[in-house]
T-cell receptor, first 115, second 111 residues
Framework: DVKVTQSSRYLVKRTGEKVFLECVQD?????MFWYRQDPGLGLRLIYF???????EKGDIPEGYSVSREKKERFSLILESASTNQTSMYLC??????????????FGPGTRLTVL | SQKIEQNSEALNIQEGKTATLTCNYT??????LQWYRQDPGRGPVFLLL?????KEKRKERLKVTFDTTLKQSLFHITASQPADSATYLC??????????FGTGTRLTIIP
């Protein structure tokens, strides 16, 4: 059974803190994605990675960075958390090839609150 | 930029009836369109994918249509059940393998 796991379901941080969100997949997928989901705005892509050490900005990368040192792990970093980064963060992975013709597998999400 | 609209934020359907959800898009011609289901507090789960050269795709009680002229996809659940209650998301596949998601329709099946 394929699985994408995220390090925390709920997280509360203070403004200015550095925050790490971890995502691990066991499907040997090359492609991994980080989204945030907000009411009325849907899922928006923050960053994605085609392979180890490769990353590309998504639609809303400002205030975020990512790290992919191993194929199975993709980390999202909030360098200095702000209240407008309070959101649900979702990680996904996908097998490569058949551009668009493959599903994305999502983790359970991390609900981050920045106070 | 690409824009996706799912016409209803919420939809209530009587159990046993067919639920029909709409996804409209502009400023893009996607080669693929995907539908996902999301339960509260959980990540989306893939349901169906349809290609631009397919008019219709079926999977058990689910049916998806794709009209590239109208720039619209319809998602149908026949013989709906309370367990079908969830938020349903459509997603356009962009040329570089990224997805653009709609905001979703929250479907409630009333017993």
């Amino acid at each position: 059974d394929v699985k994408v796991t995220q390090s925390s379901r709920y997280l509360v941080k203070r403004t200015g803190e550095k925050v790490f969100l971890e995502c691990v997949q066991d499907m040997d997928h090359e492609n991994m994605f980080w989204y945030r989901q907000d009411p009325g705005l849907g899922l928006r892509l923050i960053y994605f990675s085609y392979d180890v050490k490769m990353k590309e900005k998504g639609d809303i990368p400002e205030g975020y960075s990512v790290s992919r040192e191993k194929k199975e792990r993709f980390s999202l970093i909030l360098e200095s958390a702000s209240t407008n980064q309070t959101s649900m963060y979702l990680c996904a992975s996908r097998a490569p090839g058949l551009a668009g013709g493959r599903e994305q597998f999502f983790g359970p999400g991390t609900r981050l609150t920045v106070l | 930029s690409q824009k996706i609209e799912q016409n209803s934020e919420a939809l209530n359907i009587q159990e046993g009836k067919t639920a029909t959800l709409t996804c409209n898009y502009t400023n893009y011609s996607p080669a693929y369109l995907q539908w996902y289901r999301q339960d509260p507090g959980r990540g989306p789960v893939f349901l169906l994918l349809i290609r631009e050269n397919e008019k219709e795709k079926r999977k058990e009680r689910l049916k998806v249509t794709f009209d590239t002229t109208l720039k619209q996809s319809l998602f149908h659940i026949t013989a709906s059940q309370p367990a079908d209650s969830a938020t349903y998301l459509c997603a356009l596949v962009r040329g570089n393998e990224k997805l653009t998601f709609g905001t979703g329709t929250r479907l409630t099946i009333i017993p």
